[in-house]
């Protein structure tokens, strides 16, 4: 199966192995034939943060986008979701309700598993602030999942010690703030999305940001500030609109990407002397994750 159509790159090769269980069970029976077949593990969202090599994956790729489903409690603010619900999906649902805590979460196009990995933000909130737990799988143990707080995840700007193990975020459950008027929660989570994509190159195929910001610096700024925004390799190019935001324009391949992430951090560093990391896991590349 090639990955290419489950990224938001639209880039990538095949997976060696390839599966989207349609719910916890079947992810759990597909994870123990995994260890059972001896073969490496990797598990992904919606595919928006992610650079796939254009060699492909080995192993067992799972995708979780068929994982869908959440229960919110209006008065509690309890709300529990499955990993491949889509982080969009669930701050509509709990501004419905009159839950606040997730408005910054509208324009995340990713789903509530690869939000707790990369701790996604933005617009002032972060997956951290409002994550009560997690239940997890080790594919190492598959028969065994388990349950661990939020404040045991290492939390810090987009990043959680999940994104140094193998575990597999099966679902989440979230404390929001109950009790608020729906129409105005649903307002400013409106409002949010429309300050997003009126800055943000959503029409054209993009992971997002590409590079952490440097605190205090903002690495588009310091993108910007070289003239580097249409820079290309192939058929990648720092976005004209944002240029943290590396677009793909066409047939863009993995390594046009990477090679253009590296163009930029290497004149990044010459001219600020600054080092960019990217925001973007890779798969494929190296092993890991
Ligand atoms: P994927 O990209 O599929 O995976 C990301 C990582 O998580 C990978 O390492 C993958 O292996 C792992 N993973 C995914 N699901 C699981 C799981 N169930 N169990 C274990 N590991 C898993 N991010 C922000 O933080 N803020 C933004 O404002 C923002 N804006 C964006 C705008 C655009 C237009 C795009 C395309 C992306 C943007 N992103 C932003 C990046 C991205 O949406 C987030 O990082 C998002 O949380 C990734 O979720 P995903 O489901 O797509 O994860």
Known sequence: MNLRAFTTWKVGGPAEWFAEPGDQAELIALAAWAHGQGLALRCIGAGSNLLIADAGVPGLTLCNRRLQGSRLEAQSGLVEAEAGEPMPTLARKAARLGLSGLEWAVGI??????????????QGGCTADWLASVRLLDPANPGAPFELPGHELDFAYRHSRLQAESWIVLSATFQLDAGHDPTSVTALTSANLHSRT???????????SVFRNPEPQKAG??????????LQIGEAQVSPIHANFIVNTGQASAADIAALIQEVQGRVMASHGIALHPEVKRLGFEPGR
């Open 198 to 208: 009126s800055t943000q190159p959503y029409q054209q195929p993009s992971c997002g």
């Open 221 to 230: 700024q310091l993108i910007e500030a070289l003239g580097l925004k249409g």
């Open 109 to 122: 196009p990713g789903t509530v598993g690869g939000a707790v990995v990369m701790n996604a933000g933005a």
